[in-house]
């Protein structure tokens, strides 16, 4: 790794009822990638609101799913490196995933957010080639925003 430290962000996508997929990173083939931390952030008026469900996955690979298009931006803009990772969010068709893992799941109010960022030496480390996902999943329309920090 090179300490090329990068974040992703969705903007505001509208979720509904069933579970979608707001981001997708994809580590280079022959380098790992750190998930340092993760925020996600709603928009919700009202308090009696049902919790968002908030899924972290990992997979081996992904195919099909319709995405739109996320930020990615360097923390240091003077590192002459690019960014290798392969980036996608605000899926409007769910992609298929190849051996999935969830490894954490949070629920949160759409009326605030959560922000996470792993200790050292427990970031979530993917081997060149594998992914990682954040889905939501609502019980009534939402608009939800997540960003991750994460480092080549």
């Known amino acids: 790794m090179s300490a090329l430290n990068f974040q992703v962000a969705t903007g505001e ?18 380098q790992r990638v750190k998930v340092k931390g993760l925020e996600v952030f709603g928009q919700g008026t009202s308090n009696t609101d049902t919790p968002v469900k908030v899924e972290l996955m990992t997979f081996a690979s992904i195919s099909g799913g319709t995405a739109g298009t ?21 899926y409007s068709a ?10 954490r799941v949070w629920n949160v109010h759409p009326q605030t957010g959560i922000a996470v960022y792993f200790p050292l ?12 996902a ?12 997540v960003n991750l920090i994460c480092e080549e």
């Not at 996508?13 to 069933?18: A, D, E, I, L």
């Not at 030496?121 to 990682?132: A, M, N, P, R, S």
């Open 121 to 132: 030496h427990d970031e979530i480390l993917l081997k060149g080639g594998t992914g990682f």
């Open 70 to 90: 996320v930020t990615t931006s360097k923390q240091d803009g003077d590192m002459q490196e690019t960014i290798q990772s392969t980036v996608a969010g605000n």
């Open 134 to 145: 954040v889905r939501l999943t609502t019980n009534q329309n939402e608009t939800m925003s």
């Open 13 to 30: 996508s509208s979720f509904t009822s069933t579970a979608k997929t707001a981001i997708t990173l994809v580590a280079p083939s022959n």
């Open 94 to 103: 769910e992609p298929t995933y190849t051996s999935s893992v969830t490894v």
